[in-house]
């Protein structure tokens, strides 16, 4: 029961269509999380759903108080190699969580614990990719079976400032590049703009066949050329646009479309997803990371966001602009029949973070030999 007095119900559902008519109250519910990711929205998942989802496999748990959602866990149930329940979102989202309102989350994690405790009777519960000050850190604090929290991939971060700002952090000499390469952009008139609502599907569209050519003839994501993930982005993406949780940059050179920069928001954080850019830009000798940062940071700003997030990965280029490094964490949660799973999972987990320190160590005495 909540301060108000009012008792709190948790339903299971499992049907797909159920899933899309909770549009208006999930997005309710999503406002009402302070620690929501784009990842999070009802956009976005349901979209997920329909492109990637398995039959039978949806598990919708649903945390109401006199009919107001006020907690939502959206998971799958998937068999191999283990017995799970994951959440949805899978690879391709970059952040996982459950959602709480922020005016009922103490009791709120509670029942969610409660509901989830007894799903994970047969099946282990795997949040991959949650981030510092989520949501599901409440229903790990309730959880009284077996559990275990692990450091999983890595995202880096650079405060929502513009790039006069950003270019103090960076060391003189470096800085005074960047700067160079600022004054280039101008030189060479590339100019960018917010891609409007009515014109969102079309410049996805665009961003996802620039990003093919980037890549051609290198290796890259193939799930970025498969039609489900053209289909979700775009299914997505669009209403995402149109309630500002997403927005499209253009960038043009000599009036043609030469990149396009996806982000994604909410509350604080500016991220940015994906972009891809025409090839000819290289001959141009323009620097691509800095025309596209640029742009972000200024984003960033505009949005009132606190941070902008490079999102998952440490590549070396964005290693440039001097970020903060946040480890996203993992989180096991398991009953007394399903604690072996958790074991096995957090033993593998442990010995693939091993093998990548073995690697580095390896490639780094390479390097200074």
């Not at 480890?327 to 442990?350: D, E, I, K, M, Y």
């Amino acid at each position: 029961m909540t301060p108000s007095g009012r008792v709190l119900s948790v339903e299971l559902r499992t049907d797909e269509r159920a899933f899309g008519e909770l549009a208006e109250e999930w997005d309710r519910l999503y406002r009402a999380c302070p620690s929501a990711t784009p990842f999070q929205s009802h956009a976005w998942l349901h979209s997920w759903w329909l492109s990637y989802g398995t039959p039978r496999g949806l598990r919708l748990f649903l945390v109401r108080r006199g009919g107001e959602l006020v907690g939502a866990a959206p998971l799958m149930r998937v068999r191999r190699p283990l017995p799970k329940l994951v959440p949805i979102g899978g690879a391709i989202s970059d952040f996982c969580d459950v959602l709480l309102d922020e005016g009922a989350a103490e009791e709120g994690s509670l029942a969610l614990a409660e509901a989830l405790a007894g799903a994970a009777r047969t099946a282990l519960i795997d949040f991959r990719d949650v981030r510092p000050g989520s949501a599901i850190e409440q229903v790990y604090r309730h959880w009284h079976g077996p559990r275990s929290r692990l450091s999983d991939s890595t995202c880096l971060e650079l405060p929502a400032a513009p790039m006069t700002e950003l270019v103090k952090r960076l060391p003189a000499a470096r800085a005074q590049r960047v700067r160079n390469k600022v004054n280039r952009l101008g030189r060479l008139g590339v100019e960018w703009r917010v891609v409007s609502h009515d014109e969102t599907e079309t410049a996805v569209r665009r961003l996802l066949e620039l990003h093919r050519l980037q890549w051609q003839g290198k290796k890259m994501t193939a799930e970025h050329t498969r039609p489900r993930f053209v289909e979700h982005l775009v299914r997505s993406v669009v209403p995402m646009a149109r309630s500002g949780q997403a927005v499209v940059l253009e960038f043009l050179l000599e009036g043609a479309v030469v990149a396009v920069d996806l982000h994604l928001l909410s509350g604080g954080l500016t991220g940015k997803y994906m972009y891809g850019f025409h090839p000819r830009l290289r001959e141009t000798k323009l620097d691509v990371a800095t025309m596209l940062l640029r742009a972000s940071s200024e984003l960033a700003t505009s949005s009132e966001g606190r941070v902008l997030s490079l999102l998952r990965g440490d590549e070396p280029y964005k290693y440039r602009w001097c970020p903060e490094t946040v480890v996203n964490q993992r989180f096991l949660l398991a009953g007394r029949g399903t604690a072996p799973l958790l074991a096995a999972t957090a033993c593998h987990a442990a010995a693939r973070r091993g093998a990548r320190m073995v690697l580095r160590r390896s490639a780094a005495s390479q390097d200074h030999g």
